[in-house]
């Protein structure tokens, strides 16, 4: 059976779904088809519980923020699940929180009311699904990719079950393995770490107070971000022979290990969650398009998670591609060209020479936080004291982090209350 759309995204996680949701949101896309291929969508949450609060969770931007708003997802999401963080304190290992050797960031120092939320995925998934935009408007296909063809005029992706559907445009968010961006014949750059992120929630002697606090260890850095429920959920990237021994030491022998390795800042930890752990790698596209086909989120680029920039980045890309198919729609051209390369070339320049300055910086980081020269630990310190003491070098920071630097797009760019 053949199925026709002017948009078929592969993969329907949050970056997928966004971009369906957005061009589905966007006057300059009414008249067209779009289709969201996805074997397993989600299903709705269970109601808010102490403990209840899924491992896999992830630090939302300001950018991110404006992006779910603009499609309706953001104002579905209950207050009791969002957690806003006002700070965020850095440091080194032989450094102190608020002391030397490390870097005090603020909302109030950014102009902007917070630096950022910590919000479950599945919630954020679902409130994208739920959204006018997407219920509307999107067609969601169940189904498996095994197959891409392309033809001058459109391409087809081939499903498990033997149907064709038919698109001018195809755009691969299936994940950092992806599936289409491999059967589109794109390969990518990159490499394995050899450390692994243990994940886990505590809770803690003294309240989080709405901070992230993340200290860098020799192995790997160590964050806990603020949960709602006054929980902190833990990200500790380390060795993996150490993360798989965390996933089955005892909860008592792995709280006293987690409140070492933060020094103390909360007191006392208990853990209160499931544990976790997952590999860590680097991987970046090295075409983000060819005719009829466009990647975003993690099948374009994987990021280390010390700066919690992996999902942040992906939104950024929805947004960026629906801003320049809107504007070549504006133009006039018919909506069967919006798969043509010269078109999706813009975005491939913009996106690609973005994601690669936040791959570059935040590898960086990890490799120099990582190396264990005493020298190095002194230049390490003395730096992040200077950061902390220049204001300007902390607001360009920031202004990477909440996704309004650099080249933004427009949505993201205009002020939202």
């Excluded at 053949?2 to 966004?18: D, E, P, R, S």
């Excluded at 630096?115 to 995925?121: F, M, P, S, T």
Aim: hydrophobic share 40%; net charge neutral.
């Amino acid at each position: 059976m053949k199925t026709g759309f002017h948009i078929l995204v592969i993969g329907g996680g949050m970056v997928g779904a966004c971009v369906a949701a957005l061009a589905a949101s966007n006057r300059h896309f009414a008249d067209l088809r779009i289709a969201v291929l996805e074997a397993n969508p989600p299903t709705l949450p269970p109601p808010a519980a102490a403990s209840d609060v899924d491992l896999r969770v992830s630090a939302f931007s300001r950018a991110s923020e404006r992006v779910l708003r603009e499609i309706g997802a953001w104002q579905l999401l209950s207050p009791q699940h969002v957690c806003a963080y006002d700070d965020m304190i850095v440091w080194d290992a032989e450094g102190k929180p608020r002391g030397s050797g490390s870097i005090h960031f603020s909302g109030s120092e950014s102009g902007e009311p917070n630096l950022g939320y910590i919000v479950e995925n599945r919630r954020v998934l679902w409130s994208i699904y739920d959204s006018p935009s997407f219920r509307n408007r999107v067609t969601l296909l169940r189904g498996e990719l095994t197959g891409l063809e392309f033809e001058d005029d459109h391409a087809a992706a081939i499903l498990s079950d033997g149907r064709r559907i038919e698109a001018a445009l195809i755009v691969g968010s299936d994940g950092s393995g992806s599936a289409s961006r491999k059967l589109a014949g794109i390969e990518t750059r990159g490499w394995e770490y050899e450390q692994r992120a243990f994940v886990t929630h505590v809770r803690t002697e003294h309240p989080h107070g709405r901070t992230a606090w993340q200290r860098f260890l020799p192995d790997g850095p160590i964050a806990y971000l603020p949960l709602a429920d006054g929980r902190s959920s833990i990200v500790w990237t380390t060795t993996p022979s150490h993360a798989d021994r965390l996933v089955v030491e005892t909860p008592e022998q792995v709280a006293k290990e987690l409140m070492l390795a933060i020094d103390g800042a909360l007191g006392r930890v208990e853990v209160d969650g499931p544990r976790g752990q997952f590999p860590l790698r680097l991987t970046h596209a090295k075409d983000y398009c060819r005719e009829r086909f466009v990647l975003v989120g993690d099948a374009a680029h994987a990021i280390h998670p010390l700066a919690g920039q992996g999902v942040n980045l992906g939104f950024l890309d929805s947004a960026a591609l629906i801003e320049v198919l809107a504007e070549e729609l504006e133009r006039g051209i018919a909506p069967a060209a919006l798969g043509e390369r010269r078109i999706l070339r813009r975005y491939e320049r913009w996106r690609k020479s973005e994601n690669a300055v936040a791959l570059g910086l935040v590898d960086g980081l990890n490799k120099l936080f990582g190396n264990r020269t005493s020298t190095l630990g002194w230049a390490r310190r003395t730096g992040l004291s200077m950061l902390d003491g220049s204001m300007l070098a902390k607001r360009f920071l920031m202004g990477r982090a909440l996704g309004t630097g650099g080249a933004a797009p427009a949505l993201v760019r205009a002020h939202r209350p």
